[in-house]
Nanobody, 115 residues
Framework: QVQLVESGGGLVQPGGSLRLSCAAS????????MGWYRQAPGKQRELVAA???????NYADSVKGRFTISRDNAKNTVYLQMNSLKPEDTAVYYC?????????WGQGTQVTVSS
């Protein structure tokens, strides 16, 4: 079994920063792409950022220049540094990982941007 455990969400004021972490554990041979998705109330889940095992990254247009995805392959962990947060970034953020060519999801962590 593979588990993804997210941490780092919370309440932050507009313009503030948060760093999300997601650690994969369990029976793992290799992790390919990892990513972060988010889902706001009444909206579909959308890709925020993704990173391959080689470090290539992809971002949603709405977060380019503000968010940075990174990973530590030795720790099976992916990070999302979120700067200049806006109220429209409020959502539940989910970690996703392609582990041994099977897709896995974390339980989600709430990010709320509000004054």
């Amino acid at each position: 079994q593979v588990q993804l455990v997210e941490s780092g969400g919370g309440l932050v004021q507009p313009g503030g920063s948060l760093r999300l972490s997601c650690a994969a554990s369990g029976s793992i041979f290799s992790i390919n792409a990892m990513g972060w998705y988010r889902q706001a109330p009444g909206k579909q889940r959308e890709l925020v950022a993704a990173i391959t095992s080689g470090g290539s990254t992809n971002y949603a247009d709405s977060v380019k220049g503000r968010f940075t995805i990174s990973r530590d392959n030795a720790k099976n962990t992916v990070y999302l540094q979120m700067n200049s947060l806006k109220p429209e970034d409020t959502a539940v953020y989910y970690c996703n990982a392609d582990v041994d060519y099977g897709m896995h999801w974390g339980q989600g962590t709430q990010v709320t941007v509000s004054s």
